[in-house]
C-alpha cells in the first residue's frame, strides 16, 4: 500500500522551532516532488511548499506566509521528507500533512497529518 | 496568486441524490483543475484530475467537467461516504490554491 506517515508536531511557544517529517512507503519515494499542506481547525486547505525530487533538481518553493521560515529537505535514502519550522506563530497551528504530487499537479497519497499547536 | 471560489458552501442532500458542485477560477487554469472528498477526521482523497478525469479506485458516479475558468464536479447517486466536504485544487500555476470547500450533508 502507497502510505505516507507524518510525524514531529506539538505544542510549542510563540518564536520557537519545529521539525516534521514524513515517511513513505509502497512507492518509489524519491520519484516524487513532495508537498506540503496545512489546515486549521474547520478551514480550508492551504499549500505550505514543496520540494522537486532529485531527477527535477530536488529544490523547493515555499508559500510567502511561511518563506523565510520553513525548509522543506528530503533524506530518499531513508524515504523522509522534513519540514522545518522556525520562528513559529499562532497562526501557523494547524494539521500539517504532507503528499505525494501525481501528474498535473494533483495529489494523490497523502498523509493522515499531524498537529502543530502555537502557543504560550 | 488565483483565486478558486466553491458554490455553494454547504448543501443538504439524500442518499440517491445527483449533486453538483462548481468551481470558478480567478484567472484561467486550463484543464489544471483537481476534486478531493474531504471525511471528518480524514485526510482529503483525489477524485477527480485534469479536470475531467476519474482517478484510479474512484467510483464512477463521480464525474467532472469543465476548462478554463469553470468547473463541476458531479455525483451521480450520493452514497453515505460521500456526506463530506468537497475541495477544489488549481495545479496551473504556483502557489496551489483551493476552493473554501462545499460541504455536503445529510437532509
Known amino acids: 500500500e502507497e502510505q505516507l506517515v507524518e510525524s514531529g508536531g506539538g505544542l510549542v511557544p510563540p518564536g520557537q522551532s519545529l521539525r516534521l517529517s514524513c515517511r513513505g512507503s509502497?512507492?518509489?519515494?524519491?520519484?516524487?516532488?513532495v508537498n506540503w499542506f496545512r489546515q486549521a481547525p474547520g478551514k480550508g486547505l492551504e499549500w505550505v511548499g514543496f520540494i522537486r525530487s532529485r531527477a527535477h533538481g530536488g529544490t523547493a518553493d515555499y508559500a510567502a506566509s511561511v518563506k523565510g521560515r520553513f525548509t522543506i529537505s528530503r533524506d530518499d535514502s531513508k524515504r523522509i521528507a522534513y519540514l522545518q519550522m522556525s520562528s513559529l506563530k499562532t497562526e501557523d497551528s494547524a494539521v500539517y500533512s504532507c503528499?505525494?504530487?501525481?501528474?498535473?499537479?494533483?495529489?494523490?497519497?497523502w498523509g493522515q497529518g499531524t498537529m502543530v499547536s502555537v502557543s504560550s | 496568486d488565483i483565486q478558486m471560489t466553491q458554490s455553494p458552501s454547504s448543501l443538504s442532500a439524500s442518499v440517491g441524490d445527483r449533486v453538483t458542485i462548481t468551481c470558478r477560477a480567478s484567472q484561467t487554469v486550463t484543464f489544471y483543475l483537481n476534486w478531493y472528498r474531504q471525511r471528518p477526521g480524514k485526510a482529503p482523497e483525489l477524485l477527480i484530475f485534469?479536470?475531467?478525469k476519474l482517478q484510479s479506485g474512484v467510483p464512477s458516479r463521480f464525474s467532472g467537467s469543465g476548462s478554463g475558468t469553470d468547473f463541476t464536479l458531479t455525483i451521480s447517486g450520493l452514497q453515505p461516504e460521500d456526506f463530506a466536504t468537497y475541495y477544489c485544487q488549481q495545479g496551473y500555476s504556483n502557489p496551489v490554491t483551493f476552493g473554501g470547500g462545499t460541504k455536503v450533508d445529510i437532509k
Open positions: 485534469a479536470a475531467s
Open positions: 503528499t505525494r504530487e501525481a501528474g498535473l499537479t494533483s495529489f494523490d497519497v
Open positions: 509502497g512507492f518509489i519515494f524519491g520519484d516524487y516532488n
